[in-house]
T-cell receptor, first 115, second 113 residues
Framework: ETGVTQTPRHLVMGMTNKKSLKCEQHLGHNAMYWYKQSAKKPLELMFVYSLEERVENNSVPSRFSPECPNSSHLFLHLHTLQPEDSALYLC??????????????FGNGTRLTVT | AQTVTQSQPEMSVQEAETVTLSCTYDTSENNYYLFWYKQPPSRQMILVIRQEAYKQQNATENRFSVNFQKAAKSFSLKISDSQLGDTAMYFCAFTSSGDKLTFGTGTRLAVRP
């Protein structure tokens, strides 16, 4: 399935760099999400956007800054990251954010390494 | 707070055989939804199967079925006739109305040829 596309696939950045992760969904969904996946830990929800408005921010450090210019695109802007921020960052979308039976559709993720 | 526990970090099964992955959860809600997601080496999480708590009948999707025990708060996934393409991480997830999706830590399944 190519409904949710994430770029880049891999990213290596220094702690002083500024970079952005991009996500695009072609499913006509109304909600988009950023998740962080670290080894041996449950997926951590970072941000939720519904109809381009941020509806959830799970106490994520300000060095992560999301942007949702329209319902099809989602960005995660990164600056002054720490090595512990190295992880797989997954984007997902769903038809409706507040309907629990609305399944998530995920992208392939961006593997981020902070050196 | 809801919690999801997957007690098997790794599992292995011979091709064509059956394997069961365990998942337990903790909640005070009466109506909720449970999911199994698969994450193959391509890294894309894919929904395998879902169960609504108010439905007593266990969900089935081709070779995948669940054993939903509401009283025991257990939601195991059975994969029949395992195929090499089933090799992946499997995540159990829970959500109730108006709440975020909570994932377990995953079970890595290897299907041996």
């Amino acid at each position: 399935e190519t409904g949710v596309t994430q770029t880049p696939r891999h990213l290596v950045m220094g702690m002083t760099n500024k970079k952005s992760l991009k996500c695009e969904q072609h499913l006509g969904h109304n909600a988009m999400y950023w998740y962080k996946q670290s080894a041996k830990k449950p997926l951590e929800l970072m941000f939720v956007y519904s109809l381009e408005e941020r509806v959830e921010n799970n106490s994520v450090p300000s060095r992560f800054s999301p942007e949702c210019p329209n319902s099809s695109h989602l960005f995660l802007h990164l600056h002054t990251l720490q090595p512990e921020d190295s992880a797989l960052y997954l984007c997902a979308s769903s038809q409706e954010p507040d309907r629990p039976n609305s399944p998530l559709h995920f992208g392939n993720g961006t593997r981020l390494t902070v050196t | 707070a809801q919690t999801v526990t997957q007690s098997q970090p790794e599992m292995s099964v011979q091709e064509a055989e059956t394997v069961t992955l365990s998942c337990t959860y903790d909640t005070s809600e009466n109506n909720y939804y449970l999911f199994w997601y698969k994450q193959p080496p391509s890294r894309q999480m894919i929904l395998v199967i879902r169960q609504e708590a108010y439905k007593q009948q266990n969900a089935t999707e081709n070779r995948f079925s669940v054993n939903f025990q509401k009283a025991a708060k257990s939601f195991s996934l059975k994969i029949s006739d395992s195929q090499l393409g089933d090799t992946a991480m499997y995540f159990c997830a829970f959500t109730s109305s108006g709440d975020k999706l909570t994932f377990g830590t995953g079970t890595r399944l290897a299907v041996r040829p």
